[in-house]
């Protein structure tokens, strides 16, 4: 990555005089190769991918917007302890190896995270269950619980060193338009833009630019809310990931890292609506002996419970992932349900791939925005996250069925791949972002 020069950190104040007529060289200044609008995890993974991107002889120009300023000193949870983010991302292999070769790993490990290398997976409503362990696949880990303001911050890291890349923050983008010298210009809430060769939005799930530029999306609501906080139990996790499968919908528990003794875990619970109401409306005392009973007590009572937090879950995918110079990664291309914990995994194997693909046409001489880069990408990316939705969408279904041939089927079903290694060992391996 390039240390010569300083990023430039530009508020959207300071942004505005790109499209005064009086002032050419800021103009000029303003226009770069590639807009990456939002700057959340999967933006900014990107923006850190293209560090040496070239065209024509010269470094790449790059642009990461995002509507609200990346604050570290107010994000951060770890330096606080016992206390967590309530969002945290369960990070497959494949994702802790892209981290690994951005040179970020290590601020992630200095800071929090927690290697889980179980993860026990059973039906409410029967005696199924399934087992996987890190061994089985000759790993030390399945994966790391890490807390989003942990990898947003360590993305964050050096960032300000990346000679090709400038900040704009805040940066509430309000407009996409194609002008007369056929740049696109990205307006913002204040009256500010820029212009980009190509336009990504990294814009998460509700993404302006997706519904400005008139990309179609198949979605649908699940019917499910989730309910999200960190919780103190009795025993210790030992590191594992734990998923019970209710009719109503999944509850997991991940564990957290940072109190010595593995009593912290995140807890995500989807849950249909209504039931999600009620959750919310309890008071810690309730609520705990409510989880501690949904859960079997499979680690003992909840002892204690921070704020919850309550998600609608919808489905939702472009049906195509670029247009006119503009494409779409992470969860503003799709967004699924949160029971396999793969929704950032596949945004961050989205801009690996969309990387690979710029680097590769770039030096084959063609343009950012060239439509062959780019459908290269969507070939690459949406038969893999399609098939990722299918499966949520399939398991969401089989596990919602109480006839007693559905709850005998489901049982049977994960006792047989509990017990056939090798296909056990595939859907390990897929999970992990290694197949
Ligand atoms: C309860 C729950 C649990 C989950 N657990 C997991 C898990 O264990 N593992 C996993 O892989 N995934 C998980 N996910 C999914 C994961 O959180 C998302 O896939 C991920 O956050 C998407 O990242 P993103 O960068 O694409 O979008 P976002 O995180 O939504 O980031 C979008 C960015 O764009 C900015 N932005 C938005 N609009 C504008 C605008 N108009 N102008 C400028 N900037 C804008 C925002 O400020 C934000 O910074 C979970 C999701 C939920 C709801």
């Known amino acids: ?186 307006g913002s809430e204040d009256g500010s833009a820029v212009r980009a060769k190509l336009l990504v939005a990294a814009d998460g799930a509700n993404s302006r630019i997706r519904q400005l530029a008139g990309f179609a999306t198949r979605e649908w609501d699940y019917g499910h809310d989730a309910i999200v906080t960190t919780v103190e139990t009795e025993r210790p996790h030992r590191a594992t990931a734990w998923q019970r499968f209710i009719h109503t919908g999944p509850l997991a528990f991940l564990p957290l890292a940072g109190d010595g003794e593995q009593r912290h875990c995140s807890i995500v619970w989807s849950v249909v609506t209504n039931e999600a109401e009620r959750l919310m409306g309890l008071s810690e005392a309730q609520f705990n002996d409510a989880l501690t009973h949904a859960f079997e007590s499979k680690l003992g009572a909840v002892r204690s419970s921070d704020k919850r937090f309550r998600v609608p879950l919808r489905q939702r995918h472009a049906t195509e992932y670029f247009h006119d110079g503009i494409v779409l990664v992470g969860d503003s291309a799709h967004s699924i349900h949160p029971l396999a914990g793969q929704g950032v995994n596949l945004g961050f194997l989205d801009v690996i791939a969309l990387s690979e693909e710029l680097h590769a046409g770039l030096n084959a001489g063609r343009q950012v925005s060239d439509s062959r880069i780019l459908e290269r990408y969507q070939r690459r990316r949406k038969p893999h996250n399609l098939r990722m939705m299918w499966v949520m969408e399939g398991f969401k279904h089989l596990f919602a069925g109480r006839t007693p041939a559905t709850v005998w089927l489901r049982n049977f079903g994960l006792t047989q791949v509990d017990g056939a290694g090798p296909l056990k060992n595939l859907i390990v391996r897929h999970a992990m972002g290694m197949e």
Not at 20 to 27: C, D, K, R, T, V
Not at 157 to 166: A, H, I, R, W
Request: charged share 20%.
């Open 1 to 186: 990555m390039r240390g010569n020069t300083v990023c430039r950190i530009e508020s959207a104040g300071h942004a505005s005089s790109l499209v005064s007529p009086y002032n050419e060289a800021m103009n000029q200044e303003r226009e770069f190769d590639i807009v990456i609008a939002g700057g959340g995890m999967v933006g900014t993974s990107l923006a850190r991918l293209l560090a040496d991107l070239g065209t024509g002889g010269r470094p790449c120009r790059i642009a990461l917007l995002d509507r609200v300023a990346f604050e570290p000193d107010k994000t951060l949870f770890h330096a606080q302890p016992e206390r967590y983010d309530p969002r945290v991302s369960a990070l497959t292999q494949a994702s802790k190896a892209l981290f690994s070769e951005l040179g970020i790993w290590r601020h992630i490990a200095d800071m929090r995270q927690c290697p889980y290398d179980n993860m026990q997976v059973w039906d409410a409503e029967g005696t199924g269950s399934i087992q996987f362990r890190a061994h089985e696949v000759h790993q030390s880990d399945l994966g790391s619980i890490v807390e989003n303001s942990v990898i947003s911050s360590a993305l964050h890291q050096g960032l300000s060193e990346q000679s090709n890349l400038t900040y704009f923050a805040p940066f509430n983008l309000t407009s996409v338009k194609r002008d007369e010298s056929d740049t696109l210009l990205i």
